[in-house]
Structure formats: structure tokens, C-alpha cells
């Protein structure tokens, strides 16, 4: 049985920054809920209170909805967020970035990837083989957009994650989006780490590797963050990326395995 689902979507601003954003895809009955959530969580943003909230509900059509299972998750615990950038170049030379585009990488989200220096909208497309930059607009960058978890597999990963000390929607989110991320034609790897200032966890994912979660990315109180999908430049091209990402609906209806920490 299919049932109609829709994609909520929420983009809050303050200034001409971006300030948070989210991402569900649900039945009607739960969208006005999930919708009233979405739009308290931009008001009550530890990156300061919304001056523009965009919310954006469609109906998404039941026979293009694709199925997944979630990444397995491995928690990699650092002592300091330098040493969790050792480890970020570490598991992306793993997954096949060269430790020169992954460097290069991790300076741009540094610096705030965005040509103003601030965080970006969205993420950098970074060319594995060149490190050269793809996105049209480095302000936007390019979002995953339209995936979700079932309410039933929701359910198993928060239980799971409660068990390792896990259980935050940074996680849940985070998870959700990657295992889009390295779905996607093309995909190599992916690299975030928040822009929350509060929030200095971030992962390496692929395929391969799972979600990679490392505990610490960037100093407290740190608002550059960002992601970067790592992409094998096709020949056949960078829209059947795009369209997966940001239009392909999504629904994650298995959950993997929840590592406990190996340290
Ligand atoms: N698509 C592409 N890029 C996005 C999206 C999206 N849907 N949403 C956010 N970004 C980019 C954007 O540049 C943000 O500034 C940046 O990612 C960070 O977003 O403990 O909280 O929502 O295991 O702040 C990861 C670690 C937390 C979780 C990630 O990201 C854990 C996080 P945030
Ligand atoms: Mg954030």
C-alpha cells in the first residue's frame, strides 16, 4: 500500500543570513504538527531569532517515492576539534578523496564557504579528481531535499541512539540526509560538520563507510559550517546529481546498526 505523502520543508532567515532549515516528508495528518515544530524550532534558534521563516508543503506523487536503509553509525571520539579534522581527512582518504582535496575542503569550510565568508545555504560540489568547486551558486550551494524516515523506523533509530547516548535531532537529521547524500549518482563522500555555534560534532559518510560521526569538528561557539558532497565528476552529468538530491523523494524504512563508541 502507498500512501500520499508531502514534503514540508522549512528555511528560516535573520538578516540576509540563513539561519536553519529542515526537511520532512509525511502523511497529511502529521504535516500540521510537524509544520508547527518546524516553525517554533526557527524562532528559537541558538543562532538567533527568525526575520523570515519560509514553509513550503507539496503533495509529492506516491509511485516516485524510492525506499533505502539508514547508514550504520560509528562514533569516532576526539579529544580536541583538530584531531577530529585529522580523523575527517583520514576516513576520506578511506572513501577515495586524495588528503589535498579533503585539506582544501575543510579550509573553505573554515573559512565559511560562502563568497560573503558566511555559512552557506546548502552544500559545496566538490570534484573528487580536481577539487574544483561545481555548484552554480556558492551562496546556495546545492540541498538535499525530500527524504525522511518512516514514524516506525524514527521510532528504532531514537531507541537505538538512546542506548549510546545519541538521541538529538542533530543526529536523526544528520543521518537521514547522508544516507540521500551517498545514494546520489556520482557521490564520493560526504563531509559536515554544524554551523549551530553550539554544536561542534560533525561525520564523514559513503557508502562504504557508514555514517562516520566525529565528535568534535570545530571550536565552541564556531557559526561557519557546512557540507561537502565529494562527487566523482560524471561524464554523463552533474543534473541527474542534482535532481536526485534536491527533487527524488526519499523514504528511509530500515535503520542499520548503531555502533557502540569503540574507545
Ligand atoms: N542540504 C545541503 N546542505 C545542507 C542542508 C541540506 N538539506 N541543510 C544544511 N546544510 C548545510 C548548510 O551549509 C548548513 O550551514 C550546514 O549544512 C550545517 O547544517 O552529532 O546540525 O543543520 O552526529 O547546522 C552533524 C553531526 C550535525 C550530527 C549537522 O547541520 C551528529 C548539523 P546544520
Ligand atoms: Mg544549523
New binding site residues.
Partial sequence: MSIELNSLRMRAEKGQR?I??A?RLLSAEEVEQAALQMLQRALEHPRGRAEKIHLTIEAVCPGEVSRAKLLD?Q?NRVTDWSAGRDVAVQLLAAAGVARAVSVEAINRLSQG?APDGN?????MLINVETGERLESDQYR?????RMDLTAQARLELQQALERVG?N?S??V???I?ATKVVLAPGAVAEL?????PD?Q???VASRGLG?Q?I?LLKPLGEER???V?FVRCPGQSLTDLQVW?EKKPLLIDRIGQIFADTV
Fill in positions: 540563513h536553519s532549515g526537511e553509525l562514533n564557504a555559512s552557506m545555504r546548502g552544500a550551494g546545492v540541498r538535499a531535499s545519541l538529538n542533530h543526529v537529521e544528520a543521518m540526509l559536515c560538520w554544524s554551523d549551530d554544536y560534532a560533525g561525520y555514517y560521526r565528535s559550517g557546512g557540507r558532497f538530491l
